[in-house]
């Protein structure tokens, strides 16, 4: 014969027991999601190296030392990272926010099917590449686009 618990006291377990395992699904969850920030949402660390990068080198005989650059560094800002372009002997830095999709992003810079044109964009937790923006070269010089646009409901 099983043992039963008490009427009154069965109900006290259960939701002790419920209370437990949302209280450790929701700690682990958010551990793995937010690792190394401060309590203000900030990064406890930036590096200082890029986290994402291309570079091809411009065929030219006078200047052999240029070069189409596109490298991504952190902030302080978790969705934020600054963007150093280079193309020969112009230098533009702009800064990026990446969308709030639930999850921690991870920036990355692919080739495009131009010569001289990347895609910048971040990796969704698959590791596909999702497209965000585009650095191009143009005649009026070295362009930063918008190429989509990314909302979450909440």
């Not at 209370?19 to 203000?40: R, V």
């Amino acid at each position: 014969m099983k043992k039963r618990l008490p009427g009154r006291l069965w109900p006290f377990y259960v939701t002790l027991g419920l209370a437990f395992t949302i209280g450790l699904t929701s700690a682990c969850h958010q551990a793995a999601s937010t690792p190394d920030l401060n309590a203000d949402g900030t990064r406890k660390t930036v590096q200082t190296q890029a986290v994402a990068n291309y570079s091809q080198k411009i065929t030219d005989t006078l200047n052999r030392q240029w070069y189409f650059s596109v490298q991504l560094y952190e902030t302080r800002k978790p969705q934020d990272y600054i963007i150093q372009m280079i193309y020969e002997e112009m230098h533009n830095t702009d800064t990026i926010h990446f969308p709030d999709m639930g999850y921690p992003v991870k920036p990355a810079v692919k080739k495009a099917d131009d010569t001289l044109s990347v895609y910048v964009g971040f990796l969704d937790p698959k590791g596909e590449f999702m497209y965000y923006k585009s650095v191009y070269i143009d005649k009026k010089g070295l362009h930063l686009q918008t190429i989509r646009k990314y909302t979450t409901e909440k």
